[in-house]
Nanobody, 115 residues
């Protein structure tokens, strides 16, 4: 079992920055990839960025050049650095971890971009 706990979400003005953290515990040795998803009000949850066990990372077009996913293997924390935030980045951000047969989710952290 793997437990994920997100933190770092808050109210921020357009153009601002936030760093989300996802602390992992439990048996994480079989995790193949870590990801951040978000769910905007009235919309389905969608992928934001992913980083593999090997360290390869990618982000969706909507956040390319603004968001960066990274990982600290000593602390067992996955980060999402979000810069130049826009109104449309508002949503509940979830941490995700994938094994071959299992997928784990955190409870989410709220990011609100508003002036």
């Amino acid at each position: 079992q793997v437990q994920l706990q997100e933190s770092g979400g808050e109210l921020v003005q357009p153009g601002g920055s936030l760093r989300l953290s996802c602390s992992a515990s439990g048996n994480i040795s079989d995790i193949n990839a870590w990801a951040w998803y978000r769910q905007a009000p009235g919309k389905q949850r969608g992928l934001v960025a992913v980083i593999t066990r090997a360290g390869a990372s990618t982000a969706v077009d909507a956040v390319q050049g603004r968001f960066t996913i990274s990982r600290d293997d000593v602390k067992n924390v996955v980060y999402l650095q979000m810069n130049t935030l826009r109104l449309e980045d508002t949503g509940l951000y979830y941490c995700n971890a994938r094994e071959t047969k299992n997928t784990y989710w955190g409870q989410g952290t709220q990011v609100t971009v508003s002036s």
